[in-house]
């Protein structure tokens, strides 16, 4: 019996970025071609042509495919007309359900040229989604590489930057914008938040970095939307570490090959390379940008919009908690005005002597013991630099500086002995095969050869871990001995000082001694902590000494 179905033929056509490195052969004008003249010959009906370009065979999501399937559920067209079954898709389960549950239960037939649809499709499918996840698999490896090599991968060059000429990969300064990513850094530790930061920016007049990239592309912001400054974007650039001329790739991924969603990834899987291009910010000026964020500090403000530089900085040597600033007014009988700040510990404002005790220091006195603390350190850097760092480099960790030269020698010492255990696992492995050594020789020296190999891969980390130490060490020593010594005439704190030195102040409840009120202050500095030591161990007066002598000899 004559088939007498009329063919409303639907025809579906797709094309990957990667199908078109292939060549013709699955070009979308070739696989329309291909199509329409089948139909042709046959004496179908074409309804219309679905087209997909640029979209990957394990996206189902695809706009042509979405309105065939909703054509064929409207029953426009009762035949889908292919190329071959990967154009449908390269997840088997994806294409098995459509061709053989949802195009059934619709009335439609599904034709392959170059494939019958039989129950070898299913393998076919199988062997396409294959090919999806080695391509996949091969893709992320280039990106890891790329990734692994410094090279910047973004689309868009982050404001402040722009694309080497020479190579995509790597950033340059942008001469217009890097001052400007310079001076938010600047005003964030002069103490404004992100939201008046932004609010300068643009009382300045400065364009924002999205109507900027437009600028360059010689187009006006399509978006609908205010085109200024605002704190999220301040954000974001005050914690980028590409302004400290790092790299930090695979924050992101796909869930799998067959999904596109991306995801964020734990920071452990991050890829980081620094000094992959030339810095806009210094790194101790992004350092104490993140410290002032990682402080979750709103400052309270006084009623004339100020606040206290020290807010933030103060904790209670009992209870550890935070200090609260204080300020009392009054109007004197003589008219003038009293104005008084303090810092109290944050758990007795709340709870009284229940819960701690008032540590309260008046914020004058405070600055005065700051200022005197800041000022001695520094005179006794600025005296002796290289006795003092050795001095920090030793309270640190028991070992010294001079110690890194013997765990050098026993490390290059361990690892020559690493290659030539491998060289001898390898040769006896070698003679074992050619019957030059005995089984039970051979089990007895790999035995020892592999129990050796381990005792001696622990060494090198062992030893690597405390060079790593000593080279920290010695690292945050002379950066806390540079940074200070500039200080040696001090004579009044700011909020960027503050910052640079100091990671926290903690206060004593204060003692009566020989009827005056003593009130120990405590400076824990960046880097290298407190340094009370120093004076206890003479370090102080030695060096106060030498001014001293050699202000007389001058």
């Known amino acids: 019996m004559a088939n007498t179905k009329e063919h409303k033929v639907g025809e579906y056509v797709r094309l990957s970025k990667e199908d078109s490195r292939a060549g013709e052969s699955v070009s979308i004008e070739n696989q329309k071609l291909l199509l329409t003249k089948h139909i042709k010959e046959m004496g179908w009906e074409l309804v219309d042509v ?37 154009r449908l898709g390269r997840n088997y389960l994806e294409v098995g359900n459509f061709a053989e549950v949802f ?12 494939e019958k649809y039989d129950e070898m499709a299913v393998f076919r499918n199988w062997f396409n989604e294959q090919h999806s996840r080695s391509t996949s698999t091969k893709v ?5 590489m790329c990734a692994q090599d410094g090279k910047y991968m973004g689309a868009y060059a982050p404001y402040g930057y722009k694309k080497s000429a020479d ?35 643009n009382e300045e007049n400065i364009t924002s970095p999205r109507d900027y990239f437009y600028q360059l592309q010689d187009a006006s912001n399509p978006r609908r939307e205010f085109h200024g400054w605002n704190s999220v974007s301040i954000n974001g650039m005050l914690h980028n570490e590409v302004y400290i001329g790092n790299v930090v790739s695979s924050k992101y991924g796909s869930e799998s090959y067959k999904s596109h ?8 899987e991050w890829i980081r390379v620094e000094a992959a291009h030339e810095p806009l910010v210094e790194r101790d000026m992004w350092d104490r940008v993140q410290r002032l964020s990682e402080m979750h500090l709103k400052k309270r403000r006084r009623k004339d919009g100020s606040s206290s530089i020290f807010t933030g900085l103060m904790v209670c ?46 914020e ?42 013997s765990f050098d020698a026993e490390l290059k010492s361990c690892n020559k002995r690493l290659a030539m255990l491998d060289k001898l696992i390898e040769k006896l492995y070698e003679d074992r095969v050619t019957g030059a050594v005995p089984e039970s020789v051979f089990k007895s020296l790999i035995q020892k050869y592999e129990q050796e190999r381990i005792e001696r891969q622990g060494a090198v980390k062992g030893l690597e871990k405390r060079i790593a130490g000593i080279r920290q060490n010695t690292d ?23 910052l640079m030195l100091i990671e926290k102040i903690i206060v004593s409840e204060p003692q009566i001694i020989d009827g005056e009120r003593v009130c120990e202050v405590k400076i824990i500095y960046n880097h290298v902590g407190s340094v009370d030591w120093l004076a206890e161990a003479g370090e102080t007066s030695d060096a106060l000494k030498t001014e001293a002598e050699h202000g007389k000899a001058v």
């Open 261 to 268: 969603r991306l995801i964020s990834k734990p920071r452990e």
């Open 317 to 362: 040597a009992d209870c550890g908690m935070k200090m609260r600033c204080s300020t009392q007014k009054r109007t004197r009988k003589n008219g003038n005005l009293w104005v008084h700040t303090n810092f109290m510990c944050a758990t007795y404002s709340k709870s009284g002597h229940v819960g701690c005790k008032p540590h309260i220091i008046a």
């Open 140 to 144: 992320k490896a280039v990106k890891r």
């Open 167 to 201: 190579n995509k990969h790597q950033l340059v300064p942008d001469e217009v914008t890097a001052p400007v990513v310079r001076r938010i850094f600047e005003l964030r530790l002069s103490g404004l938040g992100y939201v008046a930061i932004a609010r300068r920016l």
């Open 364 to 405: 004058d006195t405070l600055h005065e013991l700051v200022v005197e603390q800041i000022r001695e350190h520094a005179k006794m850097v600025q005296c002796d630099e290289a006795r003092i760092v050795q001095s920090l480099i030793a309270q640190q960790t028991d070992e010294t500086a001079a110690s890194r030269k």
């Open 103 to 114: 195009l059934p239960e619709h009335g439609c037939e599904l034709i392959s040229l170059n």
């Open 50 to 86: 679905y087209v997909d370009d640029g979209f990957s065979g394990t996206n189902q999501n695809r706009p042509a495919l979405q309105r065939l399937l909703q054509d064929v559920k409207d029953k426009r067209i009762n035949t889908v007309l292919i190329k071959d079954l990967s």
């Open 476 to 498: 945050n020593a002379s950066k806390w001995a540079k940074m200070i010594k500039q200080f040696t005439k001090l004579e009044t704190l700011d909020a960027e000082t503050l």
